[in-house]
């Protein structure tokens, strides 16, 4: 097989005046060869589609190299088409115009590019609708347009961006099944696919190779051959081995470290925290109390109608305060998980605010700090600002409202929402043990 793309030690780090620097994508290799559907996989905010624009060239990493048909590319990738989750179609456009844009940095004459277009909308689904205009088609024809603008060009690579994801459960498989019939019948051009996905199952229906990513940073922390016959059965127990696996490996990619130095949390490391509400924490851990055996994590999604991105930021909170933990791609309460979902509302409430103060940094700092000012009453700013130089600007206003949301849930602090200000009840003693007498 012939290597078409080769990405070699990308790191892209962001930085703002006044920030730690965030690294987004660290020591990332990657190499993608001819006859390859590559799926890249890991959780939200992992830095999935930052990759994909570096390979496109739409974004130069902060470090590293990336090479196409063995040649270094400076600028945007020449060999690659992409589909954008958003279909980002131009809404006073036809159809046929909409699909020409793809060829509009080609030297071909134009009734040779109005040929090649007519091509691909029949070989897309598309044919009778070359007038239409995107408010007239529904959201998967919207898709199969996007789709058509980027293979008429006849890529070495077609890179998707979760490119169902914002279409309906059945709109959304019959393009998976459609594109994987192009693809696997060679009616398209292109050489290779490389797709982003939050989805495990859709992954290994359509891929190849699983790349998996881990978070904060992302690095690769899997590559996995999947080697089953198409078409696949999801029922299949071949299929449910891999999909289990890729769930396995998710559940365990982060090594969460408390006791890791650093200044801007008192001393220790500060902990991201999945954006996960205290309610639907709480309702997960009920939910594993009353299925009282160990649950396959992909078995549990499909029952619950769980995406990805859905429910392994609960797995991950409900790990990070060892509530539950994974084994082999099952999930069962721990002891301290089993007394949680089994107690009263106050002692809940007790469990939730000691794991807070044990495992997760931010919250002791919250806490010293409100017991440390005269008034016990500090502006979210200040909070926000710590969290900031941690996570970065983009991130810093989701990660306290969920801090916020598990410190009011454990009344480890309280919050007015009109003056924006974190402030500790007045029946609430001193935070810090007391001095020896």
């Not at 408010?135 to 890529?155: C, F, H, Y």
């Not at 996905?197 to 990513?213: C, F, K, P, Q, S």
């Not at 999801?234 to 200044?263: C, G, N, W």
């Not at 594993?288 to 429910?311: H, P």
Request: with cysteine; net charge negative.
């Amino acid at each position: 097989m012939t290597d078409l793309l080769e990405l070699k030690q990308i790191n892209q780090r962001y930085d703002s005046p006044g920030e730690h620097k965030v690294t987004v994508l660290k020591d990332i290799d990657l190499r993608i060869t001819t006859g390859e559907f590559v799926a890249i996989l890991g959780p939200s905010g992992s830095g999935k589609s930052t990759l994909l624009r570096i390979i496109a060239g739409l974004i130069h990493p902060t470090t590293g190299t990336v090479k196409f048909l063995d040649h270094p590319i400076l600028g945007t990738n020449p060999g690659v088409s992409m589909v954008f989750q958003s279909f980002a179609l131009f809404p006073w456009l036809t159809v046929l115009q909409n699909v020409e844009l793809g060829l509009r940095y080609k030297d071909f004459p134009n009734p040779e590019k109005r040929r090649r277009a007519l091509a691909v909308i029949d070989m897309v689904g598309l044919d009778g609708f070359e007038g239409a205009y995107p408010k007239e088609l529904s959201g998967g024809m919207r898709q199969r347009v996007g789709l058509g603008r980027a293979l008429v060009a006849e890529p070495d690579i077609l890179l998707m961006d979760e490119p169902f994801s914002a279409l309906d459960v059945l709109t959304a498989e019959n393009l998976r099944r459609d594109l994987l019939e192009l693809w696997l019948e060679h009616k398209i051009p292109t050489k290779s696919i490389v797709m982003v996905t939050h989805g495990i199952e859709e992954a290994v229906y359509m891929a190849d190779r699983a790349v998996v990513l881990s978070r904060d940073p992302a690095t690769v922390i899997a590559d996995i051959h999947i080697g089953l016959p198409h078409w696949r059965d999801r029922k299949e127990e071949s299929f449910t081995h891999v999909v289990d696996r890729i769930y396995m490996i998710l559940t365990h990619s982060r090594d969460i470290q408390p006791e890791a130095e650093d200044t801007a949390t008192g001393g220790r490391k500060y902990i991201p925290l999945p954006q996960v509400p205290s309610g639907a924490l709480t309702g997960f851990l009920e939910l594993l109390d009353d299925l009282a055996v160990k649950s396959d994590l992909y078995k549990l999604a499909d029952q619950i109608m769980f995406e990805l991105d859905d429910l392994l930021p609960i797995v991950e909170a409900c790990g990070l305060l060892e509530f539950a933990e994974v084994s082999q791609g099952d999930i069962s309460l721990t002891p301290i998980g089993k007394q949680f979902a089994s107690a009263t509302l106050l002692e809940r409430k007790e469990l939730f605010r000691a794991r807070l103060l044990e495992r997760i940094p931010i919250f002791e700092r919250i806490r010293w700090v409100l017991d440390s000012k005269r008034n016990r009453r500090m502006p979210r700013e200040f909070f926000l600002e710590v969290i900031r130089k941690n996570v970065g600007s983009e991130a810093a206003d989701a990660q306290l409202d969920i801090v916020i949301d598990w410190g009011r849930y454990s009344e480890l602090f309280a919050y007015d929402e009109s003056s924006r200000v974190l402030y500790l009840e007045e029946e609430d003693g001193p935070f810090a043990e007391p001095a020896a007498p």
